[in-house]
């Protein structure tokens, strides 16, 4: 089936560290999202991005849908204890309304 | 909290059992997704309804799996006669329209662990 790929697939930082990670499809998409799991919990919606192009901040995290519509970034600046997690991009497909392709996510560890 | 509510968040049972998963959507919603989630990889894709209809059942395994949405109550995710691999975490979400913009909001899941 359809994939994203995301990367990295995990990250060691120091506190205070800025992040940052991306995914990418050979597919254009209409809309990516971004998610943040906490174990034993559903994925929460951090950052929903429309338009090519479109940068949207949320506090310290900052998402971009690139220009080609084929890939979006995530930025979480100045890292903090409670970033971690495992974080989700997902796209919707321009010939989809609603179904939405997830990468296998990027697991953020932060160094004591 | 109007949020996504799934119960049980927990469930064991017995290889051959049944398991029934209930998703309520968020106060407004009409659109529910299940997906599934094994440890340490991401959700795919089970099945969407509205209410009263399935929508897109790609994802759904052929046998053994179901999902309904009535029109009064919960949507369920019904699994017959378990087998061990079916043990994962299952969420639901839920949207307020399938078209224009399409943020879909997750419950907190029912870890299924079959014995």
């Known amino acids: 089936g359809q994939q994203l790929n995301q990367s990295p697939q995990s990250m060691f930082i120091q506190e205070g560290e800025d992040v940052s990670m991306n995914c990418t499809s050979s597919s254009i998409f209409n809309t990516w999202l971004w998610y943040k799991q906490d174990p034993g919990e559903g994925p929460v919606l951090l950052i929903a991005?429309?338009?090519a192009g479109e940068l949207t901040s949320n506090g310290r995290l900052t998402a971009q849908f690139g220009i080609t519509r084929k890939d979006s970034f995530l930025n979480i600046s100045a890292s903090i204890p409670s970033d971690v997690g495992i974080y989700f991009c997902?796209?919707?497909?321009?010939?989809?309304?609603?179904?939405?392709?997830w990468g296998a996510g990027t697991k953020l560890i932060i160094k004591p | 909290n109007a949020g996504v509510m799934q119960n049980p968040r927990h469930l064991v049972r017995r290889r051959g059992q049944e398991a029934r998963l209930r998703c309520s959507p968020m106060?407004?919603?009409?659109?529910v997704y299940w997906y599934r989630q094994l440890p340490e990889e991401g959700l795919k894709f089970m099945v969407y309804l509205q209410k009263e209809n399935i929508i897109d059942e790609s994802g759904m395994p052929k046998e053994r799996f179901s999902a309904e949405f009535p029109k009064e109550g919960p949507s369920i995710l019904r699994i017959q006669q378990v087998v061990r691999g079916d043990s994962a975490a299952y969420f639901c979400?839920?949207?307020?329209?399938?078209?224009?913009?399409?943020?879909?909001?997750f419950g907190p899941g029912t870890r299924l662990t079959v014995l």
């Open positions: 106060k407004g919603h009409s659109h």
């Open positions: 979400a839920s949207s307020p329209s399938a078209s224009g913009y399409n943020e879909q909001f």
């Open positions: 997902a796209g919707q497909f321009m010939d989809s309304n609603y179904q939405l392709i």
């Open positions: 991005l429309y338009k």
